[in-house]
């Protein structure tokens, strides 16, 4: 286990969680902030999932088999927001 990896790795997801909170309260235009939010959430979600969760060092199949599921979950998601209108 490396610890400086999963420490830099901490650190880097709680400075992005703190741009978060300011990007809420920076009073930008909300479609900016919006984006904002959501790249940082994304790349949050990647470095989660690649060394938290072990998905860096499984095989491809693996890593694959989550971006479907996920992609699929979106979908889903998507879908039942349209069909509440």
């Known amino acids: 286990m490396n610890t400086k990896l999963y420490t ?8 992005s969680a703190t741009v978060q ?8 235009a909300y479609w900016t902030a919006f ?6 959430s994304a790349m949050k979600a ?11 060092w499984e095989p491809r199949s ?4 989550i971006g479907i599921g996920l992609a699929a979950a979106l979908a ?5 927001s349209y069909s509440i209108l």
């Open 21 to 28: 909170v300011l990007v809420e309260f920076a009073g930008l």
């Open 62 to 65: 693996l890593t694959y088999l």
């Open 46 to 56: 990647v470095l989660v999932a690649a060394y938290f969760q072990h998905l860096r």
């Open 76 to 80: 889903l998601t998507f879908a039942a």
């Open 35 to 40: 984006a904002l939010i959501m790249v940082l």
């Open 8 to 15: 830099a790795i901490y650190v880097v997801l709680f400075v």
